[in-house]
């Protein structure tokens, strides 16, 4: 059993910055794949960022050079840092951690980020 608890979501202007922790708790081991995905209203839920074990990173085109995603080994946790935030960033943030191939994935509640203009 994961336990995923997200946060550091909450309201910001456009061009400003957050920063969203998961922090995670339990049996991880096979876990070898982290990242973030996000879901606005009436829309399918979307890859952000990824980050594996071996310290490969992945992002959407859209986020590319203003997201950074990283990990903290001794505490558990990921982070997702986000610069120049824009209102087409607003969505509900979600943390992930799986094994690539396996019927092993972990979902976390979400924290929304909400970027007003």
């Known amino acids: 059993q994961v336990q995923l608890v997200e ?6 202007q456009t061009g400003g910055s957050l920063r969203l922790s998961c ?4 049996n991880m081991f096979g876990i070898n794949t982290r ?8 829309k399918e839920r979307e890859m952000v960022a990824t980050i594996t074990s071996g310290g490969s990173t992945n992002y959407a085109d859209s986020v590319k050079g203003r997201f950074t995603i990283s990990r903290d ?7 997702l840092q986000m610069n120049s935030l ?3 960033d607003t969505a509900v943030y979600y943390c ?3 094994r690539s191939g396996y ?13 007003s203009s």
């Open 103 to 115: 019927a092993l994935n972990y979902w976390g509640k979400g924290t929304l980020v909400n970027v």
């Open 35 to 42: 990242g973030w995905y996000r879901q606005a209203p009436e």
């Open 23 to 26: 922090a995670a708790s339990g």
């Open 86 to 88: 824009k209102p087409e």
């Open 73 to 79: 080994n001794a505490k558990n946790t990921v982070y």
């Open 7 to 12: 946060s550091g979501g909450g309201l910001v």
């Open 96 to 98: 992930r951690v799986w």
